[in-house]
């Protein structure tokens, strides 16, 4: 039996869904693809990405056989490049270790290269119509209101409370329209700033609407402080006007993308001139000859 809060939420969203390509289809594969994408980007700049990249690579095996470089290129702007090159390197494996059929477990899919609880749930809930709960940040907010939740939403001790309340909740006949309708209230009603309670479905029973906590929850964890980093790059020109660029193999950020010859410093301040001659020493360039300068 469906609970208040689940027959409030379904019956909104039979009304107020947001239109999306990757809601239209039951293919795992496309549904991975838009999950991938739409880590640590917003809707209305993945979209366009996502009909790129079904169009360049309609199935997971056009996916495995493409040049990675390719997929990397189709990714440029997106940002967090582990995610294209995760992508690349599941597809192979599921071209090569399952006959190019994407997995159907949970466990199956949670064991694949770049994907978390949340994606495999995403996946085996939109694609297989199974009960798996999703709990991104969107979920986690409208949820940690509803419930009145004080303890960091971040927490994993308070995601395993939400996570055992939405195991009671969702319905199993409808787990796919359940978990889309959570996040379409949360990325369009029940907003981090100024949530639209007056339109809310199930304000009514909201803790945090009775409570007046909309601005108080969910609580969040300290931040921690980010590092910060300096690149000095290099445009070298040969007299002939090709530009020297570099691929980038170490395992840091960008692994695998070109861009010109670079040194990074712990400070924002320009190098010296020793420094920058120490750097073409260092890349086999003579200084001072062949037209070569330092301004």
Known sequence: ????????????????????????????????????????????????????????????????????????KLWEGLGYYSRARNLHHTAQLIRDEYNGKFPDTYEEVLALKGIGAYTAAAIMSFAYGKAYPVLDGNVKRVVARYLGIHEAADLPATQKTIMAWLNGEIPKSKADDFNQALLDLGATVCLPQNPLCNVCPVALDCVAQKE?????????????????????????????????????????????????????????KSLKKTEVQAFFEETGFSVGTDGAKID
Do not use: C
């Not at 939420?9 to 999306?20: A, C, G, Q, S, Y």
């Open 1 to 72: 039996m469906s609970s208040p809060f689940s027959k409030s939420l379904l019956r909104w969203f039979d009304t107020e869904k947001r239109d999306l390509p990757w809601k239209e289809t039951r293919d795992p594969y496309k549904i991975w693809i838009s999950e991938i994408i739409l880590q640590q980007t917003r809707v209305a700049q993945g979209l366009p990405y996502y009909l790129q990249f079904i169009t360049r690579f309609p199935d997971v095996i056009a996916l495995a056989n493409a040049p990675q470089d390719e997929v990397l």
């Open 212 to 268: 007046e906590l909309q601005g108080l929850l969910p609580v969040k964890s300290k931040v921690v402080k980010k590092k910060d980093r300096f690149f000095h790059y290099f445009l070298i020109i040969h007299p002939a006007g090709q530009i020297l660029i570099e691929q980038r193999n170490s395992k840091d950020i960008w692994q695998g993308l070109y861009q010109f010859p670079m040194v990074e410093t712990n400070t924002d």
